[in-house]
Structure formats: structure tokens, C-alpha cells
């Protein structure tokens, strides 16, 4: 940075001293100072996109490799990625979401562990654990995944920066199971005040939400578990593929990781 800004400051002496001289010299001298300054900013505003997730996993055997592929994947975009043990007791957690600038909750966690945590934490939040949306609010009727039918979902919004430019009916896996097992995305029933993304039919021949959205302030369906209000207290990403589905991800749904955890961002 430092070169080229000295370079780009040097062409502009070196044009002035052979063209003019004496007070133009230093007024574009002066210009020069300011060109580098606003290409520093450049620079800087590029490189301040990475953001702080805190990435709740189960850290255990046989998770981790499917967490893994995921960690640095967005370790790749830029982000410092943070594992964080979903036994961690409440008050450490509730911590450690309130510090960081995303939360991605991973499938591989038990619900039980995360559901009545941090459901009230001002972070946003990407959740992939469909075993928790009924805990927090996030869905009508009981959060869970099964099987998936086929490897591909239908994108309802393909305007939504959500949609990552994906349209119509798009395949996200390479198969429809992975060394962990049958593929399972979420049986998700988002509220009113959700958007739905991208719906599936899975393998009990019924079509669900399986990409939703709250956004802040947004009427949760259902009151959550915790007793907190029934409001998204930040954005909430119901990114519904499951652990079982990690290492058999295409790239469109990669693109649709980066999508949640940029729209978290405000990206």
C-alpha cells in the first residue's frame, strides 16, 4: 500500500516539475497526498468486510468433519471463524453470541443444548438446527428434518439478496445421502412475518420451508421456549440443510452459506 501510494504520488511530482513549477507543484503535490488517502480507505473498507462468527458446534466425533468443511469454507471469504462448544454452560454462551457479529448455529449441535440459550441475544443469527426453530419461535409446529427426496429445492425469492442469484429449481447436493447418512433438510413452517427463500418437497411427499427469514423486530409464529419475547430480537437465517447433508453441499449451496452469513452481516 505504502508503494503504491508513493508511486502514484511520484508520477504526479514528476509530471508538474517537468510542466510547471512553484505553487502548482505543491498544490498537486497536495492532490497526490489525497489520491493515496482514498486509496488507503479503499483498501481498508475491502479488507473490513470479514466479519467475527462464532460457529456452535457439537466438537465431537462424528461432526466434525462435515463443521469443518464449513469452517473453512468461510474462513476463505475472509471471516475469523470461531468454534464454540454448544455444552458451554448459559451465561458463557449467552457472552460469546453478544460478542460476536454472526452467530451460525450448526445441525451437528443438540438442541437441547442451544434451543433456550440465546434466543434473546441481539446478534444475528444463521441456524441450521432444525431440531431448535420450534424452541425459539422460529417455525409452526415441531422443528425437525428428514430425508430429502431429491437434491434440489425450488427458489421462491429469487429477488432477495438471500437467493444468492439462484432462481427456480436449483440443485444444492452432489447425492441425497453422505458418509454421516440420508440427506435431511428441515420440515420448516415459517410465520406471516417471515420471508421464505426456497421450499423443498422431501421424501414424506410434503413440501416445506427450508430457507426463511426474520428480520429484526419481525412477530415470531410461536412464543419462544425461554420466555423471551415473541420477536426476533436480530435477524434470524433458517438455513435448513442438516449436518447429514455438509459433505455432499454443491457450490450453489455454498453460495447460499455465504448469502445468510453476508445478509447477517449486512453485507
Known amino acids: 500500500m505504502f508503494l503504491l501510494c508513493r508511486f502514484l504520488r511520484e508520477i504526479l511530482l514528476w509530471k508538474q516539475e517537468n510542466l510547471f513549477g512553484g505553487k502548482i ?43 469443518d468443511a464449513l469452517k473453512t469454507f468461510l ?3 475472509g471471516h475469523t471463524v470461531t468454534y464454540f462448544d454448544d455444552g458451554e454452560d448459559e451465561p458463557t454462551t449467552e457472552a460469546a453470541a453478544a460478542a460476536a457479529d454472526v452467530v451460525f448455529i450448526s445441525e451437528s449441535v443438540s438442541s437441547s443444548q ?14 441450521t438446527e432444525a431440531w431448535g426453530y420450534d424452541e425459539m419461535g422460529l417455525t409452526l409446529g415441531t422443528g425437525e428434518g428428514i430425508a430429502v427426496a431429491t437434491t434440489e429445492i ?48 422431501l421424501s414424506d411427499g410434503v413440501t416445506y420451508d427450508v430457507i426463511f427469514v426474520y428480520e429484526k423486530g419481525a412477530t415470531l409464529p410461536v412464543p419462544p421456549a425461554d420466555g423471551s419475547p415473541r420477536v426476533a430480537a436480530d435477524i434470524r ?31
Not at 54 to 61: D, K, P, Q, R, S
Not at 243 to 267: D, K, P, R
Request: net charge negative; aromatic share 8%.
Open 154 to 201: 425450488e427458489i421462491i425469492a429469487p429477488e432477495h439478496p438471500l437467493a444468492a442469484g439462484l432462481s427456480g429449481i436449483v440443485s444444492v447436493l452432489t447425492n441425497i445421502a453422505s458418509s454421516r447418512g440420508p440427506a435431511r433438510f428441515t420440515t420448516g413452517r415459517a410465520g406471516s412475518d417471515a420471508t421464505v427463500i426456497a421450499r423443498a418437497t
Open 75 to 77: 474462513e476463505g471469504l
Open 114 to 127: 442451544i434451543r433456550n440459550e440465546i434466543t434473546e441475544i441481539e446478534t444475528p443469527m444463521v441456524i
Open 25 to 67: 507543484m505543491l498544490e498537486k503535490k497536495f492532490v497526490g497526498t489525497l489520491l493515496c488517502m482514498v486509496v488507503a480507505l479503499s483498501f481498508s473498507a475491502t479488507e473490513a468486510i470479514g466479519g467475527n462468527i462464532l460457529f456452535i458446534a457439537a466438537m465431537a466425533e462424528p461432526y466434525i468433519a462435515g463443521d
Open 237 to 267: 437465517v433458517c438455513l435448513g440443510f442438516d449436518e447429514q447433508s455438509y459433505l455432499v453441499w454443491n457450490e450453489n449451496a455454498y453460495a447460499l452459506l455465504e448469502a445468510a452469513i453476508n445478509f447477517a452481516l449486512g453485507i
